[in-house]
Nanobody, 122 residues
Framework: QEQLVESGGGLVQPGGSLRLSCAAS????????IGWFRQAPGKEREGVSC????????YFADSVKGRFTISRDIAKNTVNLQMNSLKPEDTAVYYC???????????????WGQGTQVTVSS
């Protein structure tokens, strides 16, 4: 059964860092791109980043460019989202999702994790 499990969320002060992990099972990251989305209370879900299965290319929302990086470990079937210089506006539930190709459209993703809370506050 296809499954995605996120980990690594928590409470961090502004300017701090967190690393989120997304572990995939039941399918291979050789064939699926992994995107990260986030949803803050009262706001729509937005795409944050994605890493392509075919090329390894990474994509980032303008709001996180220069602060977030994404990487994958094919052997472990895991994707990591490194978040640096965190701001209070980064507070949200973060989800990873799998799709054949990267997209900012959440409906194009086939599998979703349960989400992990990230809170940036002093």
């Amino acid at each position: 059964q296809e499954q995605l499990v996120e980990s690594g969320g928590g409470l961090v002060q502004p300017g701090g860092s967190l690393r989120l992990s997304c572990a995939a099972s039941g399918f291979s990251l050789d064939y699926y791109s992994i995107g990260w989305f986030r949803q803050a209370p009262g706001k729509e879900r937005e795409g944050v980043s994605c890493i392509s299965s075919s090329t390894g290319s990474a994509y980032f929302a303008d709001s996180v460019k220069g602060r977030f990086t994404i990487s994958r470990d094919i052997a472990k079937n895991t994707v990591n989202l490194q978040m640096n210089s965190l701001k209070p506006e980064d507070t949200a539930v973060y989800y990873c999702a799998a799709a054949p190709v990267c997209s900012s459209v959440s409906a194009r993703y086939d599998y979703w994790g349960q989400g992990t809370q990230v809170t940036v506050s002093s």
